[in-house]
T-cell receptor, first 111, second 115 residues
Framework: EDKVVQSPLSLVVHEGDTVTLNCSYE??????LLWYKQEKKAPTFLFML????IEKKSGRLSSILDKKELFSILNITATQTGDSAVYLC???????????FGKGITLSVRP | GAVVSQHPSRVICKSGTSVKIECRSL??????MFWYRQFPKKSLMLMAT?????????EQGVEKDKFLINHASLTLSTLTVTSAHPEDSSFYIC???????????FGSGTQLSVL
């Protein structure tokens, strides 16, 4: 059975801290891994990773994939209160590439 | 990215009534749309894949007679929760996946509360 596991499930930090969010997976026919940020409503796309070892970066956020060890990390540097959200990791699985999501990591950034 | 419009954003209904949720792909023709459900503090769970012009594909454990999906055009899919009960209260969200890759783009979601 395809699995996506995120850790920790929740995290509380102070503004300015750096955080690392983890996502491990077990899927057949791996193609890509996606990160989303969910605040109150719809998840918004952050990154899609397909190749090992190539860091993707967007401002204070960055992510990297390790296809040998089957995991990805999402880093956020100099956190701000606006980074408070649930961060979801997902992997396409099955014939129609439906996305299987992890349970999400709830990040709270305190002022 | 794709623009997805979902309506209504919030609905409160009495037990036993049916509720229809609409999902529109505004800037590309979606032959496939995905319907997810999310309980508080839980992750997104795929309910069904909506296929334009044919029957939806439901995930294991999802009652097709309870959650009716219609995808009559390339820009509109609807999810009808029939004879809703309090346990159907949840956040329902649709998504599309424009080619060429596997990024999903989501509607704004519908919070259903059944009294």
């Amino acid at each position: 059975e395809d699995k996506v596991v995120q850790s920790p499930l929740s995290l509380v930090v102070h503004e300015g801290d750096t955080v690392t969010l983890n996502c491990s997976y077990e899927v057949t026919n791996f193609r890509s891994l996606l990160w989303y940020k969910q605040e109150k409503k719809a998840p918004t796309f952050l990154f899609m990773l397909t190749s090992s070892g190539i860091e993707k970066k967007s401002g204070r956020l960055s992510s990297i994939l390790d296809k040998k060890e089957l995991f990805s990390i999402l880093n956020i540097t100099a956190t701000q209160t606006g980074d408070s959200a649930v961060y979801l990791c997902a992997v396409p699985t099955g014939a129609n590439s439906k996305l299987t999501f992890g349970k999400g990591i709830t990040l709270s950034v305190r002022p | 990215g794709a623009v997805v419009s979902q309506h209504p954003s919030r609905v409160i209904c009495k037990s036993g009534t049916s509720v229809k949720i609409e999902c529109r792909s505004l800037d590309f023709q979606a032959t496939t749309m995905f319907w997810y459900r999310q309980f508080p503090k839980k992750s997104l769970m795929l309910m069904a894949t909506s296929n334009e012009g044919s029957k939806a594909t439901y995930e294991q454990g999802v009652e097709k007679d309870k959650f009716l999906i219609n995808h009559a055009s390339l820009t509109l899919s609807t999810l009808t929760v029939t004879s809703a009960h309090p346990e159907d209260s949840s956040f329902y969200i649709c998504s599309v996946k424009p080619p060429p890759n596997e990024k999903l783009f989501f509607g704004s979601g519908t919070q259903l509360s059944v009294l």
